[in-house]
């Protein structure tokens, strides 16, 4: 087997989005497309030198070639082992697990989350380094500056490595060690969650649903749930992963998860429901005819984290992103803690976790996780909530309306415009911060503009800072409208519009969000001229 030199030339679109690199597979297919990339990570990751890292995706379409192609290159970059999940399959959550059991020098995720896979779908590679979490921006920084001057990449000349059963293999001088995708993640979820109090919940006639959605967490949940857990055989919807998942958006959300939405929503239905994106980060939670905000549930898990065993002794702290809802800030202040407000993206928590400033964290983008791994995580928000509703025996909507009335409502919407033209996207964005001199202080219907920003985060660990995380319009009582541009998409831009008002009155709380809502929504659609710059008359997807 030899090592061979493969002259190339730069990509110019290689810099990494909100999480890795993320573009159409046809992109990924293109000659030396990934291999640039792939050596672009080896070259800037630190020494490899007879290191160990660990490699697995979502099963998407193209998952198992580029495997392949990341074996070769790394048995010719020097690598000394790479751990596999069997068939190419690891989690999000479960790859974090393994860099950290095994403290490896980091790993490569091969995924593009929610977004449709399939020859014509999205594919997407991410380095995480040895906490188990994504790369720093100065690490996605160095990849993105190493691939516009690379010339070369190294790749060994060998066959394919089998990889559907578990076992050890020679590729070149480095091992490659095919592991189970779902035994080190699984053992984790026993030692943080009461597992006989889960048992018994769910063989005691308590009903569960669980939607995988045709993608990662199919084996996952059919194992922890169904087999651990004792849930009824069949809880688990949609279990086999597909590399197109049969053709659905793998996006846990009232639009995309529909049958399961149904399910929950009549008469039937089962007293709980949840389900998990592509890669497995990602959760939705329903009780029966009723749906728990990302935003929410975040502060729900903070208020009851003393009923669960992993949790009991304590949290350190909370952190959210700007743009999810404040409803976590007001359990943080009830438990004396601290309450941090990052960028978007899961990689602004990993040095607030090493630094153990934060426990649990979380995103209004359907993402909830704690400092057991350094990724969100969506069967751990499952069983963190299974593990309350056995303590508190009470149903998802009476402990979700007693918080409201304990806490006050943070009303939550996220208006999403997508494949807007680039052009036209940022001009709605250079609109806004146009406004902001003539904005503070102004009244716009009942609201008066307390604040404006261009949103800033100096990370207080290692003092690098990231600006222009999106545009926040803060009202007086704490309303908000958030705009910013998502760092995930593969097609134009898409812009995100957050909103949210804070509501104490438990008489109100019934209320529709998208009513409660009006005022702000209108004069979010207004202030940023979105119907007039994008020709759009309503948002694509609404959450
Ligand atoms: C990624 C990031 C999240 C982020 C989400 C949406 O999640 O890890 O932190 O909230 O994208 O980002 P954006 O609003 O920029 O599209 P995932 O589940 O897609 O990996």
């Not at 959550?93 to 929610?114: E, F, M, N």
């Not at 979380?362 to 993402?367: I, K, L, P, Q, T």
Request: hydrophobic share 35%.
């Amino acid at each position: 087997m030899t090592i061979k030199q493969i002259p190339t030339q730069p990509f110019s679109d290689q810099r990494p989005g909100t999480s890795g690199l993320r573009k159409k597979v046809t992109r990924f297919q293109q000659p030396h497309y990934l291999e640039n990339f792939v050596q672009s990570i080896f070259d800037s990751v630190g020494d490899i030198q007879g290191k160990t890292i660990v490699v697995g995706g979502d099963g998407r379409y193209y998952n198992q070639q580029a495997i392949q192609i990341i074996i070769r290159m790394a048995a010719a970059n020097g690598i000394g082992r790479v751990m596999v999940g069997r068939a190419g399959l690891l989690s999000t959550p479960a790859a974090s697990t393994v860099i950290r059991k095994y403290r490896t020098h980091g790993g490569i995720i091969l995924s593009a989350s929610h977004n449709p896979g399939g020859p014509d779908g999205d594919f997407g590679i991410k380095y995480n380094t040895a906490n188990g979490g994504p790369a720093p921006e100065k690490i996605t920084e160095a990849i993105y500056q190493r691939s516009r001057e690379i010339e070369h990449y190294l790749i060994l000349d060998s066959i394919d490595t089998p990889l559907d059963q578990c076992g050890s293999y020679s590729v070149g001088n480095m091992t490659v060690e095919v592991i189970d995708p779902v035994a080190d993640y699984a053992e984790l979820m026993e030692e943080l969650f009461d597992f006989d109090a889960i048992h018994d919940l769910l063989t005691g006639g308590f009903a569960l649903r669980f939607d995988a959605m045709h993608a990662i967490t199919g084996p996952y949940a059919r194992e922890i749930l169904e087999n651990r857990l004792g849930a009824a055989a069949g809880t688990v919807m949609n279990g086999n992963p597909l590399p197109d998942f049969g053709g659905h958006h793998p996006d846990p959300n009232l639009a995309h998860a529909k049958a399961l939405v149904e399910q929950l929503f009549s008469e039937e239905g089962p007293d709980f429901g949840a389900a998990s994106d592509g890669d497995g980060d990602r959760n939705m939670i329903l009780g029966k005819n009723f749906y728990v905000t990302p935003s929410d549930s975040l502060a729900l898990l903070t208020a009851n984290a003393n009923l669960v065993p992993g949790y009991q002794k304590g949290i350190a702290g909370v952190a959210r992103s700007m743009p999810t809802s404040l409803a976590v800030d007001r359990v943080a202040e009830r438990l004396g803690i601290d309450c941090y407000e990052t960028p978007t993206g899961w990689k602004f928590f990993g040095n607030l976790m090493d630094a153990g400033k934060v426990t649990l964290c979380g995103e209004e983008s359907f993402g909830t996780g704690s400092s057991h791994i350094r990724e969100k995580d969506g069967l751990w928000a499952v069983l963190f909530w299974l593990n309350i509703l056995a303590a508190r025996k009470q149903s998802v909507a009476d402990i979700v309306q007693q918080h409201w009335a304990e806490y006050g409502r943070n009303f939550y919407t996220r208006h999403d415009y997508e494949e807007v033209d680039m052009e036209e996207a940022q001009g709605i964005m250079e609109h806004l911060e146009q406004q902001f001199p003539t904005l503070t202080g102004r009244r716009l219907g009942s609201y008066r503009v307390e604040q404006c920003d261009n949103f800033s985060y100096t990370d207080p660990v290692d003092g690098s800072t990231s600006s222009s995380q999106g545009i926040r319009i803060l009202f007086e009582g704490g309303s908000r409208i958030v705009y910013r541009l998502s760092g995930t998409g593969t097609v134009g831009a898409t812009l995100r519009v957050y909103i949210e008002s804070y509501d104490p009155d438990p008489r109100n709380h019934q209320q529709d969000p998208q009513q409660a809502l009006e005022p702000l929504i209108d004069i979010a659609v207004e202030l940023g001229q979105i119907d007039s710059r994008t020709g759009r008359t309503r948002p694509s997807v609404i959450t």
